[in-house]
């Protein structure tokens, strides 16, 4: 058997022969060879190593000896407070083991030639080397991380840090000194630990115990929305329908009784917090709740008036779609007490082709549902129809054409709806329009069309809530112009070419016939475009190569040509075009 213990010393040891100890000098490349006459008989042993010395178990004996001396030494576990039977050993850091059975795990450290047992853990040991001489060790159980800081000596420092939710594994742990610029910045008191987490967020802890969290995944938002609080953290039993009136009598005194007490409480009393009162929706209701989905993973739910972070989650299972953005959707409000509000949240699995639902509780981030779907999200809707929950049925559409919903088996509310589908596909250079089929489980392809020219740069459609203004447009002579207001239409910019021979189509479609509403070309540009629809209006802005510069374009669409008339298309509206200069480069 070769065991390595550092790049400048090694041992071989053969079964029937004495050990050798070999060592290596970088400079000179030289090898030395020496025998070391092994304390144990038998070759019922398990060799370990750490950075500095070998150790090499058997039964009850532990041997051990460090880097440079010509002699093993040994210790009985027993008497150094192991007293359970060791099944496993292995070398962590400078001079350190870690012994487990049982269960049981201890902390064997190697100081001056002497072995001293420093710890002792329930559970399952991770060991992990910081710097030279400090070495941290982690046990994790539950939503609890202990970690224990190695001195030289036989000291050590412990720490237990409470994850909540869960924080994903350890990605690193810098040890701090007093001269640390951290030292000045927290409460935290030198020495003590950093420690990184797989969501991106950073703990430090000191010998005190003070923690301080920082997360740093908040820098990585991907996607937000805005959400109302609840009327009042108070039942408001009065809401609560009855048909018996003496019911209804009790629970309006029992309404009014909470809400002195709330009075009482908030002004003379200390049973109502600031906190409490936060999480109340204000007589304006400007006070929100934004609800974040960061890169890795993380959602936290912020309130907009102190910047606090209300709680935070970190879902391991989930990543960005393909357009770098996540699903968020408001399914049911905070407006429909005795029920908790819900937001729904689509994203990628981590293996980029699956897709993951997960709804959760604004208010405290409780999981409420979860489902794995097997296939990639092709599209998202949330639709008008509602359960007898007054939850929104949520649509999901993925690539292999079926359909899913939230509340689970919720077809029967959609298919009743008609209910259609535009999907763009780029590499083939496409747009198809679907329908959903008479089940409501699936869609069928109802018409597509092919575009020419290299490559699809900007896709946009209307929001679902998009408003009117007004229903047509006044002009100097008073008379109107009636708008086109068809939220069905999807826009689409297609560059071809390249230098002063590229261009730029932009091409407006009806989704659910596939008529082709509007089709202007811009010689001479390329790339990047930006697109908005809203209302009977269409902005868009791209790059002249020609003059070098950025250039928008306003396109507003009518249903007649000529005010006062009535005649019109819903097929064909009439266009009017404004185009600026945009200075800002």
């Known amino acids: 058997a070769v065991v390595s213990t550092q790049s400048t010393e090694g041992f071989v040891y053969r079964p029937g022969h004495a050990g050798q100890i070999i060592k290596f000098n970088a400079k000179d490349s030289t090898v030395e060879v020496a025998s070391v006459e092994l304390p144990w008989a038998t070759l019922d042993v398990k060799f370990v190593t750490s950075d500095d010395s070998i150790a090499a178990l058997k039964g009850d004996m532990l041997y051990y000896k460090v880097v440079g001396s010509d002699s093993f030494s040994n210790v009985i576990l027993s008497d150094i407070g192991v007293t359970w039977e060791v099944t496993e050993i292995r070398g962590v850091g400078k001079s350190v083991y870690i012994v487990s059975g049982n269960d049981m795990s201890a902390v064997l450290l190697v100081r001056e030639g002497l ?39 036989f000291e050590h420092h412990s720490y237990t840090l409470e994850t909540g939710a869960g924080r994903g594994g350890i ?157 968020i959707h408001l399914v049911r409000s905070a407006s429909h007490y005795p029920l908790p509000p819900l937001v729904a949240i689509v994203a990628a ?26 296939s990639k999200v092709a599209q998202v809707q949330l639709t008008l129809a509602e359960d007898n929950e007054a939850a929104k049925v949520l649509l999901i559409l993925t690539a292999d054409n079926k359909v ?21 596909y780029p590499s083939a250079m496409q747009l198809k329009g679907f329908s959903l089929s008479e089940a409501g489980d699936a869609v069928e392809e109802t018409w597509s069309t092919s575009f020419r020219g290299d490559k699809i740069v900007a896709v946009n459609t209307k929001a ?63 790339g990047p475009v930006h697109m908005l629809l809203s209302e009977n209006w269409l902005v868009y802005h791209f790059w002249s190569t020609k003059l070098r510069r950025y250039e928008l374009v306003v396109a507003e669409f009518y249903v007649t040509h000529s005010a006062n008339t009535t005649e019109f298309s819903s097929l064909f509206p009439n266009a009017i075009p404004y185009s600026a200069l945009i200075p800002l480069l």
């Open 464 to 526: 679902s809530n998009d408003e009117v203004y007004s229903q047509g447009r006044v002009l100097g002579d008073r008379s109107v112009l009636h708008k086109y207001i068809n939220p069905n239409i999807i826009a689409v910019a297609v560059e071809t070419g390249a230098g002063d021979k590229a261009h730029v189509d932009i091409q407006l479609y009806d989704m659910v016939s596939g008529v082709q509403i509007h089709s202007v070309r811009h010689k001479q540009c390329s």
């Open 171 to 327: 990605v690193s742990i810098v040890t701090l000194s007093s001269s640390h610029p951290c030292s000045t910045v927290t409460t935290v008191k030198i020495p003590g630990l950093m420690v990184s987490w797989e969501d991106e967020s950073t703990t430090v802890v000191g010998v005190t115990e003070s923690v301080v969290v920082r997360e740093e995944s908040l820098t990585q938002v991907l996607s937000a929305t805005m959400l109302d609080l609840p009327a009042s953290s108070v039942v408001p039993i009065n809401l609560q329908k009855h048909n018996n009136p003496i019911k209804m009598w009790t629970d309006r005194i029992l309404c009014q009784l909470n809400d002195l007490q709330k009075f009482i409480n908030q002004h003379f009393g200390s049973g109502y917090s600031a906190v409490s009162q936060e999480m109340e929706r204000d007589a304006f209701n400007l006070n929100k709740l934004i609800l974040v989905v960061t890169r890795v993973g993380k959602v936290a739910v912020l309130h907009s008036l102190s910047g606090r972070i209300v709680w935070s989650r970190y879902l391991d299972n989930i990543s960005a779609l393909e357009n770098d953005q996540f699903e």
């Open 349 to 374: 699995a981590k293996d980029r082709e699956s897709t993951v639902l997960t709804v959760l509780n604004p208010l405290d981030g409780a999981t409420q549902y979860s489902k794995h779907l097997d």
């Open 404 to 424: 899913h919903t939230y509340p689970p088996n919720s077809h029967r509310l959609i298919k009743e709806l008609s209910l259609y589908f535009s999907l763009v």
């Open 115 to 153: 072995m001293k047992a420093v710890k002792a853990i329930n559970k399952d040991v991770i060991g992990q080397v910081v710097g030279t001489d400090n070495i941290v060790l982690i046990s994790r159980s539950d939503n609890v991380v202990s970690l224990v800081q190695l001195s030289n000596g």
